[in-house]
């Protein structure tokens, strides 16, 4: 009485891109951001600060110190 539906179509395989390295592991965009954060880390790390934090904090202070100073005797 009615006809069967149609079975769906194959879909075409999907070919690696120019990039594909069988040797590589894949690599998702969540693993590559994750390794970038890593090698930020480890640069920072190494390298360390260029300015001593003692240095940065004693003229915070200096800066937050002239400013309350200004208020008062303004």
């Given at each position: 009485?009615?006809?069967?539906?149609?079975?769906?179509?194959?879909?075409?395989?999907?070919?690696?891109?120019?990039?594909?390295?069988?040797?590589r592991?894949?690599?998702?965009?969540?693993g590559?951001?994750?390794?970038?954060?890593?090698?930020?880390?480890?640069?920072?790390?190494?390298?360390?600060?260029?300015?001593?934090?003692?240095?940065?904090?004693?003229?915070?202070?200096?800066?937050?110190?002239?400013?309350?100073?200004?208020?008062?005797?303004?």
């Amino acid at each position: 009485m009615y006809d069967e539906p149609d079975p769906p179509k194959q879909r075409p395989r999907s070919f690696p891109t120019a990039d594909f390295n069988p040797d590589r592991p894949a690599r998702s965009r969540h693993g590559r951001r994750l390794q970038r954060i890593r090698e930020e880390i480890e640069r920072n790390r190494t390298e360390g600060p260029s300015i001593p934090t003692w240095v940065l904090a004693t003229v915070l202070a200096v800066i937050v110190g002239g400013f309350i100073a200004i208020l008062v005797w303004a």
